[in-house]
Antibody, heavy 118, light 111 residues
Framework: QVQLVESGGGVVQPGGSLRLSCAASGFTFSSYGMHWVRQGPGKGLEWVTFIRYDGGNKLYADSVKGRFTISRDSSKNTLYLQMNSLRAEDTAVYYC???????????WGQGTMVTVSS | QSALTQPASVSGSPGQSITLSCTGTSSDVGSYNLVSWYLQHPGKAPKLMIYEGSKRPSGVSNRFSGSKSGNTASLTISGLQAEDEADYYCCSYAGSSTFYVFGTGTKVTVL
């Protein structure tokens, strides 16, 4: 079945770095754009970043531009999010999501928690 | 870019119909027919319920329907069931600088 599984979350100090991974299965990963969406504790959803199916176009929310980098390895069916210069406000559950019709997010992973704290 | 505005909570009795609103601006909801809706149970990942304003993905009950008028999108849940109790988020494409904006979320309670 179609599945996305995130990993790599944890506790990191302010200013630190972390890399998240999202393993995809059940669909042709190399044919679809992918997103990262996050949700702070008790808060709503926030779109973070997008990468085109071929990695040729990457988009970022202003809140993470210059600090986060999205990438993908289609040979491993895996999406990545490199997060640098982390701040307390980056504390959230990070979800990877498949790009669907009409600019929607049609498949979501279960999420991985990132906590930025000293 | 501010979040889309949703009522904090909506409630209804089993079998009733309820409508959730999602108000944006002429830069997002009003400019594009690209509103999607997501259901999220506590501690779970969001699930796509509606895309392109009114289309249902395969497997989503036809009790869920979407519409738009001007800068406001709406999600109607008919024949309310206990399992519909969850948080609901709208999302709109917002152009080539902001890209995506989510709503503030609505907690649906089934009385």
């Amino acid at each position: 079945q179609v599945q996305l599984v995130e990993s790599g979350g944890g506790v990191v100090q302010p200013g630190g770095s972390l890399r998240l991974s999202c393993a995809a299965s059940g669909f042709t990963f190399s044919s679809y754009g992918m997103h990262w969406v996050r949700q702070g504790p008790g808060k709503g959803l926030e779109w973070v970043t997008f990468i085109r199916y071929d990695g040729g176009n990457k988009l970022y929310a202003d809140s993470v531009k210059g600090r986060f980098t999205i990438s993908r390895d289609s040979s491993k069916n895996t999406l990545y999010l490199q997060m640098n210069s982390l701040r307390a406000e980056d504390t959230a559950v990070y979800y990877c999501a498949k790009d669907g019709s009409g600019y929607a997010f049609d498949i979501w992973g279960q999420g991985t928690m990132v906590t930025v704290s000293s | 870019q501010s979040a889309l505005t949703q009522p904090a909570s909506v409630s209804g009795s089993p079998g009733q119909s309820i409508t959730l609103s999602c108000t944006g601006t002429s830069s997002d909801v009003g400019s594009y027919n690209l509103v999607s809706w997501y259901l999220q149970h506590p501690g779970k990942a969001p699930k796509l319920m509606i895309y392109e304003g009114s289309k249902r993905p395969s497997g989503v009950s036809n009790r869920f329907s979407g519409s738009k008028s001007g800068n406001t999108a709406s999600l109607t849940i008919s024949g309310l069931q206990a399992e519909d109790e969850a948080d609901y988020y709208c999302c709109s494409y917002a152009g080539s600088s902001t890209f995506y904006v989510f709503g503030t979320g609505t907690k649906v309670t089934v009385l």
